[in-house]
């Protein structure tokens, strides 16, 4: 039977560590690439389409949000010092991103409401 | 004395190893024997055997089993984990596991929770790297009553 509940409570697995986040921050690209759809044509109205990949777009992206905390601020030194070392897991749709990179620099709001937002960028998701 | 042993898990985990920027797979964990810091698991486990058999003890009527269950709490009649075979402990294991499963004293989701806190210290998937939580979830639950039962025979039962 199909399944209609909207996932918005996903769970968030960094080098087999399970990570609070932020709710209503994660996201991801499963980094199947972008795709062009390109006419040809054979005169006389003879017309097919090419499929044209993007290949520079082929990799996954996975973006998540945490608390200000001690330990998140922690984790983020760890993920951001292990460049093309770090898996990532969304449990909630049983996909993996291997030889994840921190690709921004996170702002670090210590403020009542501070967030880090952090951006990976690695192989795509399988 | 052992002071660890080695698992071979049914069905394999991934996990991410220290190395390497990609999930890997394994079937092999070590088992490092409790230490003090490990004390409040190590003492709750020991009380959920200890109970489970003596809850058992007070059902048994007829003096030939009551002799059989009172040898497996005897520790001088015991035979050490390191003088069992690998199937040898894995029965022993076994029958400890379905005593406290069958155990009305024992809560078994309690049980798996001390375990599993116990396991993040003491079990490790590679040198220096420690199972967790999300890898521990990936295991089965019959490769969890068997790491269980190996845990117990290997280090709580005689100590």
């Given amino acids: 039977m199909t399944d209609f509940t909207q996932i918005s409570d996903p769970e968030i697995v960094v080098n087999d560590i399970t990570v609070f986040v932020v709710p209503d921050s994660v996201m991801y690209k499963s980094g199947k690439g972008e795709r062009k ?8 109205g003879n017309v097919q389409q090419v499929v044209s990949r993007d290949v520079n777009t082929f990799k996954g992206m996975v973006k998540f949000s945490v608390r200000s905390t001690t330990e998140s601020i922690a984790l983020k030194e760890q993920w951001q010092n292990n460049e093309g070392a770090n898996v990532i897991e969304l449990g909630s749709v049983n996909l993996t991103m291997n030889n994840a990179t921190m690709i921004n620099d996170p702002e670090i709001n210590l403020t009542s409401d501070g967030v880090v937002e952090m951006e990976f960028e690695g192989a795509q998701l399988i | 004395m052992k002071t660890e042993f080695t698992f071979t898990l049914t069905s394999p985990v991934t996990y991410k190893p220290d190395n390497s920027g990609e999930q890997s ?112 979830e990936k295991m089965t639950p019959d490769d969890t009553d068997r790491l269980l039962g190996a845990y117990l025979v290997n280090f709580i039962r005689l100590s």
């Fill in chain 1, 37 to 44: 759809v390109l006419p040809q044509s054979a005169g006389n």
């Fill in chain 2, 25 to 136: 797979e394994t079937s092999t964990l070590t088992l490092k024997a409790p230490t003090n810091k490990q004390r409040t698991q190590r003492n709750k486990l020991k009380q959920y055997v200890l109970q489970s058999m003596f809850e058992r003890q007070e059902k048994i009527q007829d003096s030939e089993s009551l002799k059989n269950l009172q040898d497996e709490v005897d520790t001088d009649k015991l035979k050490k984990a390191e003088d069992m075979t690998d199937e040898e402990i894995e029965r022993q294991g076994e029958i400890l596991v379905m005593s406290l499963y069958g155990s009305k004293m024992v809560d078994s989701n309690v049980l798996i929770e001390e375990f599993l806190v116990l396991l993040q210290q003491v079990c490790f998937l590679e040198k220096d790297k420690n199972i967790t939580k999300p890898v521990f």
